[in-house]
């Protein structure tokens, strides 16, 4: 065991390294909470001043972290910061950004790679890099690794590289970094031994594998498997409905075998930073080794197609009641891309409102956990702010869409004082008055 790694590890082991987090959104904020609750100091690198500011002071923007949470890590030593000329303060650095999709659905690797530039500006020897963010199998030996050695520091000898890849699950009550076990690949034994000692100081197990790429790949892995289930179920419910069959009694009556089926749900389409994303990855990475990835792309043709496909249900909707999608006001319940958070990425409630509108819709939304509408990569000129829910808004629209199902609304009452329901959620199953709602 070399001086270096042998001293890393030391300082884990006793709680007086350092921890950096670059990116204090939906991933990096709860990673930081619980290396602080561990009782490891943490310094936070975001590129937005007014959340770094906002965490300074002790309060949140995540709604899953409540302010004494952030107050809490505050009077534990955490730290937000802009200045990325402080990343040699940490002992390891930790990536948590974004890798979305250009608009050929191409990876777009920029916040990575700028990320590792930054880190490679400041890097120092003893120093770990772990790249948390979801990417296609390569990534960190390929496309940072080089970025680092720039300098003249060499991975495992001077420093350590390692990819661990997030497992959040925003709204999930069960599970969260501090229950769920950790993936790690080191780019050598000595990185794979410190990334797999600062991770084991959190979470309940950490599971080794051989390289980065495995690591990278099963994240990968876990994702596209998601996908591809969400694809059959939402191909399902398109012929279902055609056959006049409920697909949710379907899966209902499917899901009570005890072995060999795992249940999945139709919905509006795929939201959320990783299920839409993530598969695409895959595929790009795939054409590189001349190979086709056919069920992923299949299930992307599937799942985009679900937005156009529930706003046809709305204009048969409307024309069955004599109306046409042109003039009718239509609300949509629910912009965040699951039920109960409130974290707007992907979410498809962005694409049924461009839809709607483009078809000259007057559209109005209602979500209790999104107050007003963030300025989205894809959606920069919708702008709107949510309305209360009222019976006399209700009555006032030709038809109400369930984007999402949050737990705060009350479907009995949305469904008495509305004149049409559209509902991709089954969110009124419960509901007894069926005549004003259509399933889509």
Same mark, same amino acid.
């Given at each position: 065991?070399?001086?270096?790694?042998?001293?890393?590890?030391?300082?884990?082991?006793?709680?007086?390294?350092?921890?950096?987090?670059?990116?204090?959104?939906?991933?990096?904020l709860p990673l930081a909470r619980a290396f602080t609750a561990a009782g490891i100091r943490v310094l936070g690198f975001d590129i937005d001043p007014g959340k770094v500011a906002k965490l300074n002071a002790g309060k949140s923007y995540i709604k899953q972290i409540?302010?004494?949470?952030?107050?809490?890590?505050?009077?534990?030593?955490?730290?937000?910061?802009? $200045?990325?000329?402080?990343?040699?303060?940490?002992?390891?650095? +930790?990536?948590?950004?974004?890798?979305?999709?250009?608009?050929?659905?191409?990876?777009?690797?920029?916040?990575?790679?700028?990320?590792? %530039?930054?880190?490679?500006?400041?890097?120092?020897?003893?120093?770990?890099?772990?790249?948390?963010?979801?990417?296609?199998?390569?990534?960190?030996?390929?496309?940072?690794?080089?970025?680092?050695?720039?300098?003249?520091?060499?991975?495992?000898? #001077?420093?350590?590289?390692?990819?661990?890849?997030?497992?959040?699950?925003?709204?999930? &009550?069960?599970?969260?970094?501090?229950?769920?076990?950790?993936?790690?690949?080191?780019?050598?034994?000595?990185?794979? #031994?410190?990334? /797999?000692?600062?991770?084991?100081?959190?979470?309940?197990?950490?599971? $080794?594998?051989?390289?980065?790429?495995?690591?990278?790949?099963?994240?990968?892995?876990?994702?596209?498997?998601?996908?591809?289930?969400?694809?059959?179920?939402?191909?399902?419910?398109?012929?279902?409905?055609?056959?006049?069959?409920?697909? !949710?009694?379907?899966?209902?009556?499917?899901?009570?075998?005890?072995?060999?089926?795992?249940?999945?749900?139709?919905?509006?389409?795929?939201?959320?930073? /990783?299920?839409?994303?993530?598969?695409?990855?895959?595929?790009?990475? &795939?054409?590189?080794?001349?190979?086709?990835?056919?069920?992923?792309?299949?299930?992307?043709?599937?799942?985009?197609?679900?937005? &156009?496909?529930?706003?046809?249900?709305?204009?048969?909707?409307?024309?069955?009641?004599?109306?046409?999608?042109?003039?009718?006001?239509?609300?949509?319940?629910?912009?965040?891309?699951?039920?109960?958070?409130?974290?707007?990425?992907?979410?498809?409630?962005?694409?049924?409102?461009?839809?709607?509108?483009?078809?000259?819709?007057?559209?109005?939304?209602?979500?209790?956990?999104?107050?007003?509408?963030? $300025?989205?990569?894809? !959606?920069?000129?919708?702008?709107?702010?949510?309305?209360?829910?009222?019976?006399?808004?209700?009555?006032?629209?030709?038809?109400? +869409?369930?984007?999402?199902? %949050?737990?705060?609304?009350?479907?009995?009452?949305?469904?008495?004082?509305?004149? +049409?329901?559209?509902?991709?959620?089954?969110?009124?199953?419960?509901?007894?008055?069926?005549?004003?709602?259509?399933?889509?």
């Open positions: 065991m070399s001086n270096a790694t042998a001293a890393l590890l030391a300082r884990i082991q006793n709680k007086t390294a350092t921890v950096g987090i670059i990116g204090l959104g939906y991933v990096g409540p302010d004494a949470a952030v107050a809490g890590m505050r009077a534990g030593g955490f730290e937000a910061t802009d $200045r990325f000329d402080r990343l040699d303060e940490p002992d390891a650095v +930790l990536v948590c950004v974004p890798t979305p999709l250009t608009e050929s659905r191409e990876p777009d690797l920029t916040y990575v790679v700028n990320s590792a %530039h930054a880190i490679a500006a400041k890097l120092r020897r003893g120093q770990l890099v772990v790249l948390e963010s979801t990417t296609y199998p390569t990534t960190t030996r390929n496309v940072v690794l080089p970025v680092l050695e720039r300098g003249g520091l060499v991975a495992g000898r #001077d420093f350590f590289l390692a990819f661990s890849p997030e497992r959040e699950d925003p709204g999930n &009550a069960t599970f969260s970094v501090t229950s769920i076990p950790k993936v790690v690949g080191g780019l050598d034994d000595a990185s794979g #031994d410190v990334a /797999c000692a600062l991770y084991g100081a959190v979470v309940p197990k950490v599971v $080794r594998v051989s390289t980065p790429e495995v690591a990278e790949a099963c994240k990968i892995l876990e994702n596209t498997y998601r996908a591809i289930n969400i694809a059959l179920v939402n191909e399902m419910k398109v012929l279902y409905d055609r056959m006049g069959i409920d697909v !949710w009694e379907v899966i209902e009556a499917a899901k009570t075998k005890p072995f060999g089926f795992q249940a999945f749900y139709p919905g509006p389409g795929l939201g959320g930073h /990783c299920i839409p994303l993530d598969p695409f990855y895959l595929s790009w990475i &795939a054409k590189h080794y001349g190979f086709n990835t056919r069920f992923i792309e299949l299930a992307g043709e599937v799942n985009t197609a679900m937005p &156009a496909y529930v706003v046809t249900k709305v204009a048969d909707a409307l024309n069955d009641a004599g109306k046409a999608v042109k003039g009718s006001r239509v609300l949509i319940l629910g912009m965040a891309y699951k039920k109960d958070i409130d974290d707007p990425r992907e979410s498809p409630g962005f694409e049924l409102m461009d839809l709607l509108l483009k078809k000259g819709a007057a559209v109005t939304y209602s979500d209790p956990h999104i107050p007003e509408l963030p $300025r989205m990569r894809h !959606w920069p000129h919708l702008s709107m702010t949510s309305t209360p829910l009222t019976p006399e808004f209700l009555a006032g629209q030709d038809a109400v +869409l369930i984007a999402t199902d %949050h737990t705060a609304f009350d479907y009995k009452f949305i469904v008495e004082h509305s004149k +049409l329901v559209i509902d991709t959620r089954n969110a009124t199953k419960a509901v007894a008055d069926r005549e004003k709602v259509v399933r889509a």
